[in-house]
């Protein structure tokens, strides 16, 4: 089955190039390490991480975090939302509900305070319509690529989402 | 605190890595998602998430998932063990109420060209009987008492 003409020129794209809208700190390191009681010396010892790794490093799975907007702010109005090409996906199939299914993280140079992390979305691929327990509805695949202010890339992470309208929506 | 290295000649293929039971609360379930700034309402509105889109709770976010995995491979690892690669799939939501279990094998042994120790993972979350999430990571041990893999760039890292 053929793609919409719009959604397949998306594919292979590299979309919303743009760079983070404060720096990494460790305030959201120090937060995410207590969400999951996390006593990795590398985020609580300064110490330990001058030995290791140079200096204080961010855990690495806290790659999106540093691009995700905040909920609001000045000049933007209603809910701002992360992996805008997921919910790209939703609008252009008229698609009310989705989920992530499957997420691939890849750490290359450590992500480090005071860094100021950019990112781009690429859309891979889009399936034929599929019908799961939840619905019915599409797959897609979409990378985005992380890199420092330096031009070192920090991180890749692909998602396979899943757009769908739940049985008798 | 000085701990001795876990040392990639330390680990054996089919080692069970130590289970990690933690009882979800609501609270862990809005810190997490707080945390990685997830603002999405099924995970801090109960309203949204049981009138909304039908499920019995707010529920464990991804990127919180992302964590939690890489805290109990760390756990394992100290910190010179150094998080290269990681897939997981979720099958099934997380709920406050659940005692999620984290258990681990390890499942692949091998050496790069460039002499980077790596140790691939299968990794369960699992809520009672259920898997709710599945995970395979790749993470490089130092080979020997003076290398560490964070000293590893550019060309000489290969996640």
Redesign the interface.
Known sequence: MSLPPAVAAMLGVRQYEEAAEFPVERG?IW????????????YW?DV?AAS???GPIA????L??WM?PH?WSPGHEG?RL?LRLHFDMKAAFELP?A????????????VRPGDVISHAQVLRSVSDIKTLHLGTGRWWNIDVEYWNQRGDTVGIESYAGFGYR?PGQ | MTTLPLLFSDVTLGQELPRLEVDVTPTLVVLGAMASRDWRPMHHDYAFAVHRQGLKDIFLNTPNQAAWFERYLTDWTGPHGRLGRMTFRMKGSVFPGDTMVLAGTVDTLDTDETGCGWVGLAVSLRVGDETKTTCSARLALPTTDDDNPWDRRGERWKP
Do not use: W
């Open positions: 959201y937060n995410t390490c207590a969400a999951v009681h996390n006593a990795n010396p590398l010892d330990a290791i790794t140079g855990p690495p799975t806290t999106s975090l995700r909920y809910e992360a509900e989920i992530i299914g499957d997420n691939t993280l890849v750490f290359h140079e450590p739940k």
